[in-house]
T-cell receptor, first 113, second 112 residues
Framework: EAQVTQNPRYLITVTGKKLTVTCSQN?????MSWYRQDPGLGLRQIYYSMNVEVTDKGDVPEGYKVSRKEKRNFPLILESPSPNQTSLYFC????????????FGPGTRLTVL | GENVEQHPSTLSVQEGDSAVIKCTYS??????FPWYKQELGKRPQLIIDIRSNVGEKKDQRIAVTLNKTAKHFSLHITETQPEDSAVYFC???????????FGKGTTLSVSS
């Protein structure tokens, strides 16, 4: 089944404790991205990657890191989480061109205390 | 960069009525306009999209219209049903490999 997976789905952590949210897709998509969703603010892009070893900042990259060492995986790293990073996070992927469907993962609910 | 405005932010209709959500964008080079539906607790999913060489596209009860001159596009849902209740996001895309920019979303409530 073609899909985007994320882990963990729910995470409660404390300020400053490094964490990684994994994202994987099995559709051989070149383009992957991370969004955060907050009430009233919609979906805001954090980082995106157009292919292996190619990443770029989105609209709200501060406090986040990403890496793209393999085509299928695109982990999101929070080196020192803060409470303002409490949010719902979505990973997404699509084929390299923009004129096509973007598939979202199931989401990760992160709470930073 | 691209700026996408979506209105209204909330919309309440009676079952059977029509619902219209409108988005405006700023970059005239944008050429891809999808709409996503997000049910409560679920991920966003594509429901319909339109490309800049097309003015209107229909799929059963949903349709999207595009006015490139005015830089706006709209989602039309006819004969609304309670299961249409969700958050709807418009998005705008440009050149291949660039980001999809999303609107802030519209919460549609359909009451029976």
């Amino acid at each position: 089944e073609a899909q985007v997976t994320q882990n963990p789905r729910y995470l409660i952590t404390v300020t400053g404790k490094k964490l990684t949210v994994t994202c994987s897709q099995n559709m051989n998509h070149e383009y992957m991205s991370w969004y955060r969703q907050d009430p009233g603010l919609g979906l805001r892009q954090i980082y995106y990657s157009m292919n292996v070893e190619v990443t770029d900042k989105g609209d709200v990259p501060e406090g986040y890191k990403v890496s793209r060492k393999e085509k299928r995986n695109f982990p999101l790293i929070l080196e020192s989480p803060s409470p303002n990073q409490t949010s719902l996070y979505f990973c997404a992927s699509r084929l390299g061109g923009v004129l096509g469907e973007q598939f979202f993962g199931p989401g990760t609910r992160l709470t930073v205390l | 960069g691209e700026n996408v405005e979506q209105h209204p932010s909330t919309l309440s209709v009676q079952e059977g009525d029509s619902a219209v959500i409108k988005c405006t964008y700023s970059d005239s080079a944008s050429n891809y306009f999808p709409w996503y539906k997000q049910e409560l607790g679920k991920r966003p999913q594509l429901i319909i999209d339109i490309r800049s060489n097309v003015g209107e596209k229909k799929d059963q009860r949903i349709a999207v219209t595009l006015n490139k001159t005015a830089k706006h596009f709209s989602l039309h849902i006819t004969e609304t049903q309670p299961e249409d209740s969700a958050v709807y996001f418009c998005a705008v895309g440009g050149q291949a490999g660039t980001a999809l920019i999303f609107g802030k979303g519209t919460t549609l409530s359909v009451s029976s």
